[in-house]
């Protein structure tokens, strides 16, 4: 897959799932902007990416997403992908006091924050018939994890965005889709509940028992399936698609 000269806006690029596309991406001659909180962990990806633009900036706030769009433009003088990729969870019971809070601030992450990008950049990717890859959850389908409601709501909120927008963008030109990987061995587990990387392992090594295969994703994995989901050799047949990679936990 080349995408040779394609302007690539990667959401979460820091470390994960969205530094393994930024670097792919990168290597299939992409222009890539990389965009996350961390300017260390930017800077450390960014030297496998080639020349990327660093874009440090908090995505919940809208004059850094506004402000994400223009340097991308003004830098590249276009956009045609956008990977919203970023995203955040915490255990709380509904009965907690915190709840709203938590409520607030996981929905801001994962949702808000990924529609007022799409709303932004949507007017660039009609110029170029660019498209979308947002990053879910199978916690969009199922319930993995209990006192999730927050994250579990905000995914399958992200979902079906994707499919109206999906539908309002088609007549354009510009494809919408929407991976949900299940287990993945990122840093999530460690930013989110501050628990030791060997703590996190071990969570993560606990989790083959949730899937059919029994093993977990590398985020390279993942990344593999957004390049083909933006690439050219899926322009004709996915759009509006919420494409499950999650080694078989949903069968569980």
């Known amino acids: 897959m080349s995408f040779q000269d394609k302007v690539v806006v990667v959401i979460g690029a820091s470390s994960g799932i969205g530094a393994a596309a930024a670097i792919k991406f990168a290597e299939e001659g992409a222009k890539v902007a990389l965009v996350g909180r961390n300017q ?9 990416c ?42 709380t019971n509904i009965q907690d006091k915190s709840y709203i809070q938590i409520f607030d601030r996981i929905m801001n992450t994962n949702l808000r924050a990924m529609v007022v990008l ?29 006192e999730s409601s927050a994250y579990c709501a905000s995914k399958a909120g992200l979902d079906h965005f994707t ?26 587990i460690e930013n989110t509940t501050g628990v030791s990387k060997e703590e996190a392992t071990a969570s993560f090594d606990s989790m083959k028992t ?4 029994s093993r977990v994703s590398e985020p390279e994995e993942v990344a593999d399936l957004i390049l083909f989901t933006a690439s050219d050799k899926s322009k004709a047949i996915i759009t509006g698609s919420s494409i499950v990679t999650d080694n078989g936990m949903l069968l569980k």
Request: net charge positive; aromatic share 2%.
């Open 40 to 48: 260390e962990k930017l800077n450390n990806v960014a030297k496998k």
């Open 50 to 91: 080639g020349n990327p633009l660093i874009i440090a900036a908090d995505i919940t706030k809208d004059e850094d997403a506004k402000r994400i769009i223009e340097e991308t433009v003004r830098h590249f003088a276009k956009i045609d992908i956008l990977i919203n990729n970023a995203g955040t969870g915490s255990r």
């Open 118 to 146: 799409t709303h932004l950049a949507a007017p660039h990717l009609v110029k170029t018939k660019g498209n979308i890859v947002n990053i879910s959850s199978v916690a969009a389908y199922r319930v993995i994890i209990p």
């Open 163 to 188: 499919r109206t927008v999906a539908l309002e963008l088609a007549p354009h030109g510009v494809r919408v889709n929407v991976i949900n990987p299940g287990p993945v061995r990122t840093d999530i």
């Open 210 to 213: 949730l899937t059919a295969l």
